[in-house]
């Protein structure tokens, strides 16, 4: 498996584990570390994180929803400009947590780099 790949799990398995101790912004330390662990180069380490947080935030709060009939999701997308979609908000739900872990993974990368050449 390519880097690709194994950085993409290793961000979403250590956000999956995280998240059962800590807030909302373990998945940008699971990214930072995924980063560390295995290197991506131009705008793959910014992607493979955002879009490994995302199915996993969208997916998660999907399962959540689901159990409820997505009852609290209308409610919030009401209050929100998505006219009462609650596949919208989970889409945005994935969106942000993406965008958290992307700038995680760039700085996870850019750290990297500077512990190399030490």
């Known amino acids: 498996m390519n880097t690709k ?3 993409f799990i290793a961000t979403f398995v250590l956000a999956l584990i995280l998240s059962f101790f800590m807030p909302w912004w373990s998945v940008m330390l699971a990214a930072f ?3 560390l662990l295995f290197s991506l180069k131009g ?3 910014f992607f ?3 879009l490994s947080i995302l199915v996993f935030w969208a997916g ?3 399962i959540l929803s689901n159990a409820n009939d997505f009852t609290l999701a209308r409610k919030i997308a009401v209050l929100l400009p998505l006219k ?3 596949y919208l908000l989970i889409l945005l739900t994935g969106l942000i947590g993406g965008l958290a872990a992307g700038v995680a993974g760039i700085f996870g990368g850019q750290c990297r780099l500077i ?3 030490e």
């Open 84 to 86: 009462g979609n609650p």
């Open 60 to 62: 998660y709060s999907f």
């Open 33 to 35: 570390i995924a980063a």
């Open 43 to 45: 705008v793959s380490s």
């Open 5 to 7: 790949g194994l950085n």
């Open 115 to 117: 512990f190399k050449k």
């Open 48 to 50: 493979v994180p955002f």
